[in-house]
């Protein structure tokens, strides 16, 4: 990339970066080139991952297509790294880069809190494959240091933490990871490039649910895995091409297009959330609200330094969860009552902790403690969309009256 186009801004990029006219026609658009073979040349070309490389032309769309790579220069660009693999969802990036980087007595570090499914799969997957793994509260530096050991190959960090959304300082939790000779990978999901790009904090990769807010509009699962070049080539070769968990070039020229408004989304987001969040502070049903924008965030210092932008993301209490949950799935009528988060529509949901600690977190009392800090009993994960701000907060209150 030119100095130039370095220094274009990012709304700028989030539209131009891995794009091109195509050069037959003069489209405008991204081509979405759906073909799963391409002619080649050379008769005598080889057909294993292993000799793939870099440059190699496109022969079958497991292995690259025009579409996909194009999606994955624009993310590198955003993200401020070097190179981008997608996969056919967040959990398939998750799983393939574990899978590339630990090996039978490895050592992981993950957060204690994270997405449930990664909860589990570090928990219950990859415990059965040898893989010593360690959930640790790394918010707590000294708690992380003392779960640092020789054989510590990788850290997992998400933060902000899905659902409480407690913040890792990443700059230091990257200087000791690396000091014990560990890499550092943040899945930052709810941040997004806008708001926080780890690599730039010292991050060896960087994960992403592209299903989220890099898609923004809840049509079309994907996920990236972001780092150095070659580790990206490793990457494709070892586990994208042969565990096949391959993005669809439909999905991917849907995210891009969604790429090229989320600077614009994310600052109409944010602005939202904080007007939710703090009419939610001071709504009567409500007993505490959790939003890094917040300054009665725990870490809203930390936000400060870390985040450019403090995303959507929210969650909130009430006196009595489960009976309000029943309440709101019934007389919501612009949020909808529904899981996932990052879409252009509100989305709300409940998460009990009991429940949350039985089949995910399985914390030790010292830790459950801790989340309880945030969550009590249960929090409501919102996830704030693009609606008018007035009518979300009308629509949260009508829905919690009475409760």
Same mark, same amino acid.
């Given at each position: ?100 980087? +630990? !090996?039978?007595? *490895?050592?992981?570090? =993950?957060? #204690?809190? &994270?997405?449930?499914?990664?909860? $589990? @799969? %570090?928990? /219950?997957?990859?415990?059965?494959l ?14 992380f ?10 850290v ?8 409480? +959304? !407690?913040l890792? *300082?990443?700059?230091? =939790?990257? #200087?000791? &990871?690396?000091?014990?000779g560990? $890499? @550092? %990978?943040? /899945? ?28 923004g ?20 070769? #070892?586990? &994208? ?5 391959? @993005?669809?070039?439909f ?6 297009r ?17 007007k ?26 930390? &936000? ?100």
């Open positions: 990339m030119s100095d130039g186009r370095k220094q274009r801004g990012m709304r700028t990029r989030a539209i131009h970066a891995g794009e091109q006219p195509d050069p037959v026609t003069g489209a405008s658009a991204p081509n979405l080139v759906m073909s799963t073979s391409f002619v080649t040349e050379n008769p005598e070309a080889s057909f294993s991952a292993l000799e793939l490389t870099e440059d190699a032309p496109y022969a079958y769309t497991r292995w690259g297509n025009p579409t996909t790579n194009q999606l994955e220069a624009k993310l590198a660009d955003i993200e401020g790294a070097e190179a981008a693999i997608v996969f056919a969802s967040g959990m398939a990036a998750t799983i393939a880069l574990l899978l590339h980087r +630990l !090996r039978a007595g *490895d050592h992981l570090i =993950v957060s #204690d809190i &994270a997405y449930a499914g990664v909860s $589990e @799969l %570090v928990r /219950d997957t990859l415990t059965k040898s893989v010593d793994v360690t959930c640790a509260d790394l918010s707590d530096l000294d708690e240091r003392r779960a640092l050991r020789p054989e510590t190959k990788l997992l960090v998400e933060t902000p933490a899905n659902p409480i +959304l !407690r890792t *300082d990443i700059r230091a =939790v990257a #200087d000791l &990871a690396h000091k014990a560990a $890499e @550092l %990978v943040v /899945d930052s999901t709810f941040a997004t490039p806008i708001a926080t790009r780890p690599i730039e904090h010292g991050a060896d990769y960087v994960l992403h649910s592209l299903t989220k807010y890099l898609c509009h809840g049509d079309a699962l994907g996920g990236a895995v972001l780092g150095r070049v070659d580790r990206m080539l490793t990457l494709r070769r #070892d586990t &994208a091409i042969h565990l096949g968990g391959v @993005l669809s070039p999905n991917a020229w849907l995210i891009m969604g790429i090229a408004t989320l600077p614009i989304r994310m600052a109409a987001h944010a602005d939202s959330a904080m939710v969040s703090r009419f939610l502070e001071a709504h009567p049903r409500v007993t505490r609200v959790i939003y890094p924008g917040l300054p009665s965030h725990p870490q809203h210092a930390l &936000a400060k330094r870390q985040m450019d932008n403090y995303s959507a993301m929210l969650t909130f209490q009430v006196a009595d969860g489960p009976s309000a949950a029943k309440r709101m799935a019934e007389r919501l009528e612009v949020i909808h009552y529904a899981v996932s988060l990052g879409h252009h529509r509100s989305l709300v949901f409940y998460l009990p902790t009991a429940e949350l600690q039985k089949a995910s977190f399985r914390l030790d009392d010292e830790h459950l403690e801790r989340y309880r800090t945030y969550a009590g009993d249960g929090v409501f994960r919102l996830s704030v969309g693009l609606e008018d701000a007035d009518d979300l907060c009308a629509d949260l209150d009508q829905a919690l009256a009475d409760v």
